[in-house]
Nanobody, 117 residues
Framework: QVQLVESGGGLVQAGGSLRLSCAASRITFSINNMGWYRQAPGKQRELVAGISRSGTTTYADSVKGRFTISRDNAKNTVYLEMNSLKPEDTAVYYC???????????WGQGTQVTVSA
């Protein structure tokens, strides 16, 4: 069974940076879409960023210019570089792989990102 393991979350002050990683194991096929969702307390889960196998990216308007998504196909790993973090970026961040951006096939366990004012 496919497993996604996330790392890199934590506590950071506003204006700081964090880098999230998500590595897949037990993958025996090529993955097209990868990306990240986030869910803040009391809010719906929202798509933060996505990247296709060819490298085409999409971002939520709220993170454009601050977050950068990238991937390493050989390692089945997706990254999220987050800069100029704001308190409103505080959420649990979930990576996904496979499926579509609206209906991902596999999910990570989630990693907490907390941005203090």
């Amino acid at each position: 069974q496919v497993q996604l393991v996330e790392s890199g979350g934590g506590l950071v002050q506003a204006g700081g940076s964090l880098r999230l990683s998500c590595a897949a194991s037990r993958i025996t096929f090529s993955i097209n879409n990868m990306g990240w969702y986030r869910q803040a307390p009391g809010k719906q889960r929202e798509l933060v960023a996505g990247i296709s196998r060819s490298g085409t990216t999409t971002y939520a308007d709220s993170v454009k210019g601050r977050f950068t998504i990238s991937r390493d196909n050989a390692k089945n790993t997706v990254y999220l570089e987050m800069n100029s973090l704001k308190p409103e970026d505080t959420a649990v961040y979930y990576c996904f792989m496979g499926g579509t951006y609206n209906y991902p096939a596999y999910w990570g366990q989630g990693t907490q990102v907390t941005v203090s004012a």
